[in-house]
């Protein structure tokens, strides 16, 4: 066991380790497959401290066995990629400095049992709520023929995209298993989940009472006009049944989404053209 | 002329497509960004934001995480540049991006096939110790792959679509046209019930009736309304777990100041 590459990877900047777990992330469903998932996107962006760590020649089933131990399935929201990165590369780099006494599998049991808990806030957390609120304002803007919609939509993207995706990669490098335990003694994970789906739902909800519009032209002569009664009991009461009559859709899990899409125009056109429902 | 704009929708989609891919999905793949730098690169920015809104709308609630999903993404831009190149309505754009949704779906189980090789391929390179290959597979092949499968439907459909496109638009009667744009205001809410649905249980749902009552009743836009939902979530944070675990505290402060009471009483 040379210390050869040891030396290497100890004596690589932070900051240079650091940008190759962000990229890395960043670069998580460059193959996507059903078979391994993100697999190969992951032993590229550990490539990097791998290569450092094993660079002799007669290393090479070391590398070999490292670079197929990332080869596992994986599958996370590419954000929070980095945290697990960050701490494979350290616990890495921990295997080369002491072999003897450390379990390699650890390194995977350590990927598998974050990846699940970890896509679940992430993606509650990026497409959940952060999406739907940088999406629907841009969109309320949008409408309005305001091109400041769509670029506040990007900078709210990327502003809370990039430097999550950094600290992560950096919290999980340097604090790495410590982190992990800590992580599952704080209920990090509850408290997360707890807050993004109180604002994702607020806003849900915002959403479906002023986004989309669906009123009734129904009326009998003048004086009953069924939308001015539906207004003056509970405004927007036709959107929140149509969005709950969708949601009890998808709770039974008999439709297709493809086939919901068609079905929408298809009744759109038949709503349409008895004048039962307008946008 | 019209080389030149199918081009500059050709990039836009290389774009679309590396965003979730490369760049950890910074939403430039969403309808409202593809559509809006369309219109702006195509010189109809307003087309560009009616098509991108009324376009995100309707796909809003449905998440492309993994493979589960269905993405319109291309559909809208391809549909939102047809709009812009033959003048047509809007509703024109939506009734491009069915189908064009339909043939990404068919195109992508093809690529995903490829790409359970391209696993293998980097399997056997790390076993002959051939590691730049096994890099290049995923970073360099994998891309390369997307960016095919997805230029080359934009290209022709944009094209050669343009055309087929406007002599149908042209063609279709009225009740047709109003009766897609009601059923895209429907999809919207397929969408929303899909978000509903990811989220939701019988603890908070509480909340979103707090948020549609107040949008419903004020008619306040969605920024006020998502910013007030962030607050009340700290709040509701705090109430949960910052003041529960200061409780004991609260209450024997209560209970001494009630003691002070009584004592005064006394």
């Known amino acids: 066991m040379s210390q050869k590459g040891l030396e290497a990877q100890r004596n690589t900047p932070l900051n240079k380790k650091l940008k190759e777990i962000f990229w890395g992330a960043w670069c998580m469903q460059t193959n996507w497959n059903y078979e391994r998932q993100m697999n190969t996107a992951y032993m590229y962006a550990m490539s ?99 091109i400041l919609g769509p670029i506040l939509a990007a900078l709210i ?5 990039a430097p999550i995706t950094w600290y992560l990669g950096k919290l999980g490098y340097t604090r790495g298993q410590e982190f992990v335990r800590q992580m599952s003694e ?18 849900i909800g915002g959403m479906s009472a002023s986004l989309s519009n669906l009123t009734t032209p129904i009326s009998f002569g003048e004086t009953f006009v069924l939308q001015n009664v539906i207004d003056g009991i509970l405004p927007k009461a036709i959107p929140l049944g149509m969005t709950w009559l969708m949601y009890y859709i998808i709770k039974s899990g008999k439709v297709k989404p493809m086939t919901v899409i068609i079905g929408c125009f298809i009744a759109g056109i038949i709503l349409n053209y008895f004048g039962i429902l307008a946008a | 002329m019209r080389l030149v704009q199918t081009l500059i929708v050709v990039l836009i989609s290389v774009m679309m497509i590396l965003d979730s891919r490369m760049f950890g999905r910074l939403n430039f793949e969403r309808p409202l960004l593809t559509c809006t730098i369309c219109g702006l690169l195509l010189g109809n920015l307003q ?12 796909t809003l609630g449905m998440m492309s995480i993994g493979a589960s999903g269905i993405d319109m993404n291309m559909g809208a831009l391809v549909g939102c540049a047809i ?33 359970i090789n391209f696993t293998h391929m980097c399997d056997n390179a790390v076993d002959a110790g051939d590691f730049a290959k ?39 009667p009225e009740w047709v046209t109003s009766g897609v744009s009601l059923g895209a205001n429907i999809i919207a809410f397929f ?35 998502a910013l007030i939902g962030i607050v009340l979530a700290v709040i509701i944070y705090t109430v949960k777990y910052v003041v529960v675990s200061n409780r004991p505290a609260v209450e024997s402060n209560t209970s001494s100041t009630l003691d002070d009471l009584e004592d005064l009483d006394n």
Not at chain 1, 77 to 89: E, F, H, K, M, R
Not at chain 2, 47 to 58: C, D, N, P, S, W
């Open chain 1, 186 to 203: 704080s209920n990090l994970m509850e408290k997360v989940m707890f807050v993004c789906s109180i604002a994702g739902l607020f806003v």
């Open chain 1, 48 to 146: 990097h401290t791998i290569d450092r760590l094993y660079p002799e020649e007669d290393e090479i089933e070391k590398k070999k066995e490292a670079y197929r131990r990332h080869l596992e399935f994986f599958n996370i929201t590419p954000q929070c990629a980095a945290l697990t990165l960050g701490i494979s590369a350290a616990m890495e780099e921990e295997y080369a400095a002491d072999p003897e006494n450390f379990d390699p599998s650890v390194i995977n049991a350590v990927k598998v049992a974050l990846m699940g808990p970890l896509s679940g806030i992430g993606d509650s957390l990026f497409q959940g709520t952060i999406r739907i609120i940088a999406m629907s304002i841009g969109i309320s803007l949008a409408q309005q023929g305001n």
């Open chain 2, 191 to 225: 969408g929303f019930a899909m978000l509903l649905s990811t989220m939701v249980n019988k603890n908070t749902v509480v909340y979103f009736f707090a948020g549609f009552l107040l949008a419903a009743y004020s008619g306040l836009d969605l920024t006020a309304i």
């Open chain 2, 47 to 58: 087309v560009g934001l009616q098509v991108g809104a009324t376009m995100e709308l309707a």
């Open chain 2, 134 to 172: 096994a890099k290049r597979v995923d970073i360099v092949y994998g891309p390369v792959l997307y960016v095919l499968f997805t230029i080359i439907p934009v290209f022709l459909s944009v094209y050669f679509g343009a055309d087929f496109v406007q002599s149908i638009a042209s063609s279709v």
């Open chain 2, 83 to 115: 709009c812009i190149m033959t003048g047509a309505d809007i509703e024109t754009a939506l009734t491009v991006a069915v189908p064009m949704t339909l043939l990404c779906t068919v195109l992508d189980t093809i690529a995903s096939v490829v790409r």
């Open chain 1, 157 to 161: 993207s990327i502003f809370t995209s």
